[in-house]
């Protein structure tokens, strides 16, 4: 057997430095005009320090090659990123090849040779252009307390991000307690999670006038972990995480990914401010958020344009009661406007915007919702405004979902479908809207998702995330299928069952149908994979008798409704003035119970029919 090659010191020698095969420990930075790395060569910093490459101040990936012209091999000290975020349960932490590292308003560490042009002073950091093709290189990381302003700064980097959870290989990383500014900066990120900005800690960070981009190649990724809420791409844009608080301001952001802006692992009672912004993301394997309201958060847009293939608002409140605004904007879905799930009494407001959309506007499921929209447009290709529907995303540690097939919803006892619970069912509030389109609600007892088999979700990053199952199959021993309580509601039988639709209508006119009714996946669908992600919540919803699924309507005086075709309700509020009738020269005819009424002010309440002939 051959014994281990020993480990020599790689220095400068002359112009032109070999590293041949052999391990070579780097002791202090040196340059030179010709730097050769034979095959099986492996090059080491001392410990508590790492390598950078550069040439012509541009970071390399340190692997077998010529490198020639102002080569620089640099030694620099580590930033150790403690736990933060989702890691923060596991403990997993790591060391950070960084840039420029700030901490507690000083420049600590720098890395003089991948730093061009531009100022770098205590609390500021101003013109500097960094380009690198390293994996998990980090630009600027910044730390502790006190104030920092990054100004001007362009970055990038191409490469793997290997943990966006921790801010790895971002443009820039801010952890601890400080008060951030990134203006006028651009920074392009372009790999595999691998975020443009990362906001943790307990900081408070503006981000004004930036550009940020990333633009993954299309065949690169490493595995899907969530495609059971329909993600597809290879990054998410911006991370923000713990108890920090975040404001975009005059930014544009576009990335062909699953997300722009995420939330990740926070505390709760974090606020994402979102204005005067430009968002796109776009791309053959692209789909997924603009943003993505999670927990007990606030998500605001306020005059934005966002154009999203997917959801330009993900919702899920989860246990605590999250809120989101749309005020003054400009929403187009390639597919949907808001998706709404697994959502625990949150309150979603949109005022003064507008909604173009390639199918529903609003897609809800296993959730429980207050929707207030006022003075606000909808249009919707496929000409439902809301599709309030069966839930068919099981949760990150499931196989499948398998369509209930054939199976027809039975009432269940003593439901009451007469009232629309602010807390238990799903409310839109409409003021001052005038609606072109459908209001449908397909929910039913049947509950597919408990037929889901259990996975794992596999090892993404440096960590295995062990998430539970989001369904509460409960066995002999009162535990869910991982042997853990049963949720009481994220997640929960009672989000994810029959619904009721509340529609409270103030000086708000509607052309359309609203009415319970069934749904349908496409033709000979059975299961829903990974390989099919995209057919989730991609039904047809049919006006049909209420079950389970009641609509009831509240109207004043001011407000109308054009019903277009048969629709079935469970309850009807109108006060003197309201008007509800058929298109011109259609006749309206309304049946409550099986008997014909003439409607006028006052409250219905049962099978109320409403036909127009």
Known sequence: MNAPYATKILKKTGNSVMAYQ???????????????IRPRAVLMAPEGKFLTLTVNGVGQKIEPGTYKGDVVLSVTDVYHMRPGGLMRPNQISRDFHTGIVVENGKVTKTIPAILQGGSIEDGKVEGVYMASREDSFNGIVVDGEGECTIKDVKADFDGFGDNDFLGVGCAVTVVGNPTVTIEDCDFTVNGVTRCA????????????????????PEDTWPGCFSWQVGFCGSNRLAQFTDAANVTYDGCDLKTNGWGILSIDGTDGGQTMLVKNTRMELSGPKAHGYGAFCIGDNEVIYDNCDVDVYGYPLLMMGMEGKGKASILNSRIKGRRYGVMINGDDNSILTIKNSDFKTSKSTFCVHGASTIIDVENSSMTAANGTIVQLMDTDQCGMAMADFHIPVGVVD???????????????????????????????????????????AIAGVGEFHDTVIGLLPDWDAEGDDGADAYGGPIAARHHGDDLRGPKNLGLELTGTSIEGIISSATQKYRDGLTTIVEDNRMELTNITQTPAPTVNNGIVITMDAASSWIVTGTSYITGLTLAEGAKVAAPAGKKLTVTVDGQSVD????????????DVE
């Open 410 to 452: 039975e009432y269940v006892e003593g439901r009451d479908l007469s009232t629309a619970s602010l807390t238990e069912d799903v409310t839109f509030r409409l003021k001052d809207c005038a609606i072109k389109g459908n209001f449908l609600n397909s929910t039913t007892n049947i509950r597919a998702y408990r037929n889901s």
């Open 197 to 216: 900005v990362h906001v943790g800690g307990t900081s408070t960070v503006t981000v004004k006038n930036t550009k940020m981009t990333n633009i993954c």
């Open 599 to 610: 409607l006028k002010a006052g409250t219905y309440t049962g099978k109320i029919v409403l």
């Open 22 to 36: 052999s391990t070579w420990l780097v002791e202090e930075t040196f340059s030179c005009n010709e730097l050769i």
